[in-house]
């Protein structure tokens, strides 16, 4: 289980097809702390560490369904992912719980400066019943981007804006966003429950 506070925003060094899988090595700060099997969330996505290398460095393998239905397919050298390690049981929840298991990709549809902070909006499929399931988004409610906890603005039943603060932005890959920028989502799990037990009733 993760927070959806990230801890660095990572460079790819290197990607690696192997018939359906994909290797990705990435440099990180922490990387020297890492073992092997460890749990670390890649924009947003449980990924399971297989190896350790020198630099800072190891690598994951994302297997075809997690490139399918994540951004992580997408991924170029260069580009930076934002790594969270697992939850500690006895930490602060200073996020929200966020599993590390992502439910769709969504679009960067507009990029608006709010003096100071600023606002990015994104669109997602919609689905009719996967909305009934829970997998939408709530007016001040909880969503994973990429990894980080937000809050949502201006929930549409297909879109909603979030508001990035100057930390945030240069802490994560929220930097590089632009229009048209392909991001993970995952949706708030409590909503998810409520909506299957409320089907149920």
């Not at 006895?90 to 990709?105: A, E, N, P, S, Y």
Request: one cysteine or more; aromatic letters at 8%; glycine letters at 6%.
């Amino acid at each position: 289980m993760f927070s959806g506070i990230v801890e660095d925003a990572a460079r790819v060094v290197a990607l690696r097809g192997d018939r359906d899988n994909l290797h990705i090595t990435l440099q990180c700060s922490f990387a020297n702390e890492l073992h092997i099997d460890q749990s670390v969330a890649h924009n947003g996505v449980c990924l399971t560490v297989v190896e350790l290398l020198p630099d800072n460095c190891y690598t994951v393998t994302a297997i075809r369904e997690t490139l399918d239905r994540s951004n992580l397919g997408l991924l170029r050298e260069g580009d930076l992912v934002n790594l969270e390690r697992s939850m500690k049981i006895d930490g602060r929840l200073d996020g929200h719980i966020v599993q590390g298991h992502v439910d769709c990709t969504a679009e960067c549809t507009a990029i608006e400066d709010a003096d100071g902070s600023t606002y990015f909006t994104f669109r997602y499929p919609f689905d009719a019943e996967m909305a009934r399931r829970g997998y939408v988004t709530v007016e001040k409610g909880s969503v994973t981007v990429n990894g980080v906890s937000l809050t949502v603005c201006d929930s549409e039943k297909d879109s909603f804006r979030v508001a990035i603060i100057p930390y945030t932005m240069e802490h994560t890959n929220f930097r590089d966003f632009r229009v048209g920028t392909r991001v993970n989502l995952e949706f708030d799990i409590i909503g998810k429950y409520i909506a299957r037990i409320s089907s149920l009733a």
